[in-house]
């Protein structure tokens, strides 16, 4: 999570309009950014989902990773009920304005459990997500930043911001 947020940052001093993140291995789909671009125009957070549309768009993802994914995104939807299918996907674009108000000091995640906290703030602002289908495709080259430690930090993380946004404190 601090990364991004130091290149949102880095970006919103510089007066930048679109935010955009994905992974630079190449399993998000660059010739998606100027569709993600165009919606932009009419919604302040664009979300490329993997889940949209009741299908799952996963190229040469093992089993186990994609049950996890899916179920997490599924949890993370029902426990913090932000209205989007693929909640802990990292090719998103976001509009100037919502980076500015979710008030990115805040925000306390890493890992999958950044990208759910950050729809969930900009949802809580007023900003509603809007999800564009993509396909995923699994890195040919390296390996997956996945373990049970960032597993286990999005399943308790998930509980935490849902209390922390009943009691207003998010």
Known sequence: ????????????EREYDLFFE?????SHPSEMIPAMIEMARKHPVVVGSRYVGRRVNVVNWP??????SVFGSIYARM????PVMDATGGFNCWRREVLEAVDLDRVQSN????QIELKLRAWRKG???????????????????????????????VWKLRLMDLFGRL
Do not use: C, H, N, Q
Not at 4 to 10: L, P, Q, R, T, V
Not at 22 to 26: K, Q, T
Not at 111 to 114: L, P, V
């Open 111 to 114: 890992g999958y459990a950044f």
């Open 79 to 82: 426990v913090t009920r932000v």
């Open 22 to 26: 994905m992974d630079a291995d190449l």
């Open 1 to 12: 999570g601090g990364a991004y947020i130091a290149g949102f940052k880095w970006g919103l």
């Open 127 to 157: 900003f509603l997500p809007v999800e564009v289908p993509i396909v995923f495709t699994e890195r040919e080259t390296g390996s997956s930043k996945m373990s049970k430690k960032i597993v286990a930090e999005a399943v308790w993380k």
């Open 63 to 68: 089993l186990m990773r994609l049950i996890i």
